[in-house]
């Protein structure tokens, strides 16, 4: 049971970390980007190819992941969300676009098999792989009955440090003012002399470095590396994570992360794995049913 | 280029070598059209799939457990998914835009993780064989159906009740003004698309062997939206051109079949930014113009699935 509990917390860092990334985007853009959760598994594709493919030490790794991420974001945000920008687009446009970012993503690395153009990415196909534990720094500590990974523990100090840092960024810097700024009117803020589309495009590289580092988080406490981890695992959780929060908000996404991590707990203790899986999209579906505006959603009538 | 000879030179030998692919075709057309209904009222609801999973699954079913007629079963399939449809609609119709999206797609899996998979009668993650299917059988009434729903729709697109729906796309305040009972007339989008849904739900799962619970994820969801994209939703023929093009895609190209999500998600991309009213629709392209071209012919506002 309290291990449950314990592993309730890490699942919802790793959620509430790729939500926080998730509903930036929302919160300052306007709109949700499915790509996300592309980027999310390539963070941790990436890593996992430079451990093993090109025997770099971890830390390096990761933090090659993670630029390679924000690199990503910006990648969307040419690709995928300025053009529309432009022509300005309906909100909706911007979802259709994001997905086909997110097919083109998966299915690059689901088609990276040796031989293949990009086998210096990715060999393994549609499988599953997990980081060489000896490559891979992961103690495991027994403390009062309960068994700690030194993975775990990191994803939950990481995460707390990083979206503490977050909120003061946002709260305190200029940059943080900026951002809150183009998030509230962005025509008014161009016209105080921001310029939006560059935050727009730092958005999406810090949104998507968080991702990233969310999926490189993943693919190690819970040894699951394949094309699929963010399309299958926390595509749709992340989307429930920010609508329970409201969307745009960044401590909803928190505490929405590990409100959902703990509702899966409790619903997988008394019913099942099958009804763990699918508890999320009941919270999402009765959430937007009941109370749209999530926990601590804002500008409701304008949003909707 | 073989794929395009053969069907210039001997129609009726392609039909019989490409039953499936035909077959295919028309079911991915069932969909993209129920999904452009609701495209057309104004609303973008991602939850065809879940629809299409009572159907099938309700038909498979009757036909393991009762011994009435096939007609019947996918009747009584496409009726239910119409009936989950407005117990669903009622809640989930008063919000807009990505809400509606979201909520619509949690309402699918939903349904997948928490219902399907864990009752006895579906066979929870094994999925059901279906002892009576019939993968030739079955492409003639796929395609009898597909002219039935694809004349009706394009029948009401032009009724009072499409005039609704369009009105309530284009400006909903407007409409109730006018005196549109704009609930209703959501209500009505939203039941027809799972009607279409359920109903090509049951043609498939005629021509399966298997009913498998995987097939009724976010992955198709998405899928179905994509045809509707890429053909364009001025009027019907263009959700079932989108759904022509991409479902023979992999069958014309050959080599290409590996990376056709690649190729799905780039044409996804180039036709959302540059061609939003889809292949189908009148205009030219946005963001370019070339010098010759004239400017009254580029797109100003044209019509497009993304104006949900």
Known sequence: ?304 | MDFFLQLFSDPVGFYQSHELLIAQIGINSLLAISIFVTLFSGQLTLANVGFMAVGAYTTVILSLHASTPLVFNIALGALLAGALGVVVGLPVLRLRGVFLAIATLGFGEALRFGVILNLPITGQGQGLKNPDADPLGGVVPILVALALVAYLVWRLGSSKLGQAWAAIREDELAASSQGINVPLYKMSAFVVGALIAGLAGGLESHINFFVDPTEYGTTRAIQVLTFAVVGGISNVLGPILGATILTSLPEVVRQAQDYRDVINGVILILIIVFRPQGVLGGGGLALIRPRWWPRQWTLTRARTPADA
């Open chain 1, 1 to 304: 049971m309290a291990q449950q509990l314990l592993n309730a917390i890490f699942i919802g860092s790793i959620y509430a970390l790729f939500a926080v990334g998730y509903t930036l985007v929302f919160g300052i853009l306007d709109v949700l980007n499915l790509a996300h959760s592309a980027v999310f598994m390539l963070g941790a594709v990436i890593t996992y190819s430079l451990v093993v493919i090109h025997a770099q030490p971890f830390f390096v790794a990761a933090a090659g992941g993670i630029l390679a991420s924000a690199a990503l974001g910006l990648v969307v945000e040419y690709a995928a969300l300025r053009p529309l920008r432009r022509r300005q687009a309906p909100q909706i446009s911007a979802l259709i676009s994001t997905i086909g970012l997110a097919l083109v993503f998966v299915s690059i690395v689901e088609q990276s098999k040796p031989g293949s153009p990009l086998a210096w990415l990715w060999r393994d196909g549609a499988n599953s792989v997990r980081f060489p534990a000896d490559r891979v720094p992961n103690a495991t500590y027994h403390v009062a009955g309960l068994t700690l990974e030194a993975s775990k523990l990191a994803i939950l100090v990481v995460s707390i440090l990083l979206m503490l840092s977050l909120g003061y960024v946002m709260r305190y810097t200029q940059v943080g003012r900026a951002l809150r700024a183009v998030a509230e009117n962005p025509r008014a803020a161009r016209l105080l002399g921001i310029q939006v589309d560059r935050i727009f495009a730092l958005t999406l590289a810090l949104s998507s470095a968080l991702g990233g580092l969310a999926g490189i988080l993943f693919g190690v406490a819970l040894s699951d590396v394949s094309p699929y981890i963010g399309r299958d695992q926390v595509e749709l959780k992340g989307l429930a994570v920010i609508v329970l929060g409201g969307m745009g908000s960044i401590p909803g996404a928190v505490l929405g992360g590990y409100a959902l991590g703990l509702i899966e707990a409790i619903a997988f203790i008394r019913f099942g794995s099958n009804v763990e899986a699918g508890v999320a999209f009941l919270a999402l579906f009765l959430m937007l049913v009941v109370r749209p505006q999530g926990l601590f959603g804002a500008r409701l009538r304008e949003r909707l």
